[in-house]
């Protein structure tokens, strides 16, 4: 090869020798690209129609794999490259930097890989998904919290090669004055919701598809990032909670143990209402709805107001989203059965009326003399 390289410098001499080493890289670049698609290309039909996976490992890998082709054909061709040597310096940092990269790019897709391959054992689409939740929020949390510190790690090495920042940084730690107090506290709130993730990760107070209640808000879990959550609300929009949030404040959590929730109703009737058929009808319609999942259903007299009595039915549901449609769907029915069958136990306004007192009662009552109640028994007549 070393020949075919002699042979082109004499046949380009022309060309000055930076520019034909450059093109030459260039070149070498190119034929890698080339080779690499042909070659996968080929996998893809040979591989393809035997095994289902192989496909997709080939697609997330195709990456990684083009930069390390790429960077293989400038490792061959960079030392027979008629370059001077600042410019052959200049490159060989460059490569450098570049296999670096390429190495964190592989562990990055090496840990998206394996936790993808290890999540589908799980389904999230099934009722009973608690222990699929689970997995899924460990592995979640700490594969960004891994790919997090990749990058760092990677970015770091990378810096480290170049002589003016690693005499930085080496003087920077050295010191340990204002400036590296200062990039302390700029990093806490990234670091404070890194160590947030791990512990969300162990002790999940939270998982993905949990039912919360935060900021008064109504909603479920989405997604957990490296540093914050998304909470995807009753009305498709979505609120962004740092990590710390779920470390540090209360919130509710509707499906921390289990899915099965029970729902309350609460209902004002009259004192006249006739409570035992109220909860029969409760019974009834409970039984009648899909969204119910038999196990609780309750009807009481909670408590007294000066004009009516309030009831509270409670009934259990499988998820929250059927709790709030089974809490709609028998409010909605025993207001139409108390309107309907028992119009009297509607809420009402009650009033004694008096019968009118004439001068003489009114002197009756207050308890004067014989002689002025005479006189306003006279006037009344």
Not at 357 to 370: I, S, Y
């Amino acid at each position: 090869m070393r020949d075919v390289m002699v042979e082109l410098e004499h046949t380009f001499c022309w060309v000055p020798d930076w520019v034909f080493g450059l093109v030459l890289i260039t070149a070498a670049i190119a034929a890698a690209l080339v080779v690499h698609a042909i070659a996968q290309r080929l996998v893809h039909r040979m591989v393809g129609s035997k095994n289902a996976v192989a496909p997709q490992l080939l697609d997330r890998t195709s990456g990684p794999s083009r930069l390390a082709l790429c960077l293989a054909a400038v490792a061959l061709v960079l030392p027979l490259a008629p370059l001077d040597d600042l410019l052959r310096q200049t490159l060989s940092h460059f490569f450098g930097v570049a296999v670096i990269a390429l190495v964190g790019w592989i562990s990055i897709r090496a840990v998206d890989m394996a936790s993808g391959r290890y999540l589908d054992r799980f389904r999230l689409d099934v009722a009973e998904n608690f222990l699929a939740r689970k997995h899924v929020t460990q592995v979640r949390v700490f594969k960004r919290v891994t790919d997090t510190l990749i990058v760092i790690i990677a970015v770091s090495t990378a810096l480290m090669t170049f002589d003016s920042v690693r005499q930085y940084g080496v003087s920077l730690f050295a010191s340990a004055g204002a400036a590296g107090l200062i990039v302390g506290l700029a990093a806490r709130p990234l670091l404070s919701n890194l160590i947030a993730g791990v512990q969300i990760a162990v002790t999940q107070p939270i998982r993905i598809e949990d039912a919360v209640i935060i900021e008064n808000e109504w909603g479920w879990v989405e997604d957990i990032a490296s540093t914050y959550v998304v909470i995807r609300l009753w009305d498709w929009r979505r609120m962004v909670v740092p990590l710390s949030y779920f470390i540090e404040r209360p919130f509710q959590n509707w499906t921390r143990d289990a899915q099965s929730l029970i729902g309350a109703i609460a209902l004002h009737v009259d004192y006249s209402a006739d409570v035992p058929a109220i909860r029969n009808r409760l019974e009834q319609v409970a039984k009648e709805s899909r969204l119910w999942d038999g196990a609780v259903v309750n009807l009481q007299v909670i408590d007294t107001h000066p004009r009516t009595i309030e009831l509270r039915a409670l009934v259990s549901a499988r998820n929250a989203p059927q709790s709030w449609d089974l809490r709609c769907e028998i409010r909605e029915k025993l207001l139409a059965f108390i309107r309907d069958e028992m119009p009297q136990a509607l809420p009402r306004d009650r009033a004694i009326l008096a019968p009118a007192v004439d001068d003489f009662g009114r002197a009756f009552l207050r308890g004067a003399p014989h002689h002025e109640r005479a006189a306003a028994s006279s006037r009344n007549q």
